[in-house]
């Protein structure tokens, strides 16, 4: 089976931009975790989602957003980008069956905000 | 959730045994430990978890001290591609968020 995917790559944007970032958890998985690493750190909680509702919130300002589909694939918005928005942003995704369950985590996308 | 406490970073000979401790003190009785790797600039990988029990997959086994405020994490016979950061966390399970610290730098010698 394929694992975590995600989209872009890697990705450039300037200050005040938006961007959308993309996660497709593995087949039968139903929920949808998103993390930032900043370089030289681990990985800080960002969202999760289930069932297409928001189950968690890290302290990440309103200008984070996300959201998933019926698909449970999932989004994660960013706007008004700032240069401290650079990181590597992951997606993990869960089955959600018997406890506890597993986080598997996607490759990433590298955003750079110059 | 709580905290975990690992060096910041060890060395292990090729082929020998590696053996990763953590300190989870105040670790609650749903809690379980999970370990995870992170080789550069990749996703974390998913390696192996417990709650009380010593336990054992393709990748590693896990000891956990009776009173569950400690762990080891053991890589048998340890390779070059195990060179990696590996973060212990005491999470109650997939639907609590993972709280990363900054892991312990493993690097493996030939």
């Known amino acids: 089976d394929a694992g975590v995917t995600q989209s872009p790559t890697h990705l450039i944007k300037t200050r005040g931009q938006h961007v959308t970032l993309r996660c497709s958890p593995i087949s039968g998985h139903k929920s949808v975790s998103w993390y930032q690493q900043v370089l030289g750190q681990g990985p800080q909680f960002i969202f999760q989602y289930y069932e297409k509702e928001e189950r968690g919130r890290g302290n990440f300002p309103d200008r984070f957003s996300a959201r998933q589909f019926p698909n449970y694939s999932s989004e994660l918005n960013v706007n008004a980008l700032l240069l401290g928005d650079s990181a590597l942003y992951l997606c993990a995704s869960t089955r959600m069956g018997k406890a506890p369950d597993t986080q598997y985590f996607g490759p990433g996308t590298r955003l750079t905000v110059l | 959730d709580a905290k975990t406490t690992q060096p910041t970073s060890m060395d292990c000979a090729e082929g020998r045994a590696a053996n990763l401790p953590c300190n989870h003190s105040?670790?609650?009785?749903?809690?379980?430990v999970y370990w995870y790797r992170q080789i550069h600039s990749q996703g974390p990988q998913y390696i192996i978890h417990g709650l009380k029990n010593n336990e054992t997959n393709e990748m590693a086994s896990l000891i956990i001290t009776e009173d569950r405020k400690s762990s080891t994490l053991i890589l048998p016979h340890a390779t070059l591609r195990d060179t990696a950061v590996y973060y212990c966390?005491?999470?109650?399970?997939?639907?609590?968020?993972?709280?990363f610290g900054t892991g312990t730098l493993l690097a493996v010698q030939p």
């Open positions: 966390i005491a999470s109650r399970g997939a639907t609590n968020k993972l709280i």
């Open positions: 105040t670790i609650s009785g749903n809690e379980y």
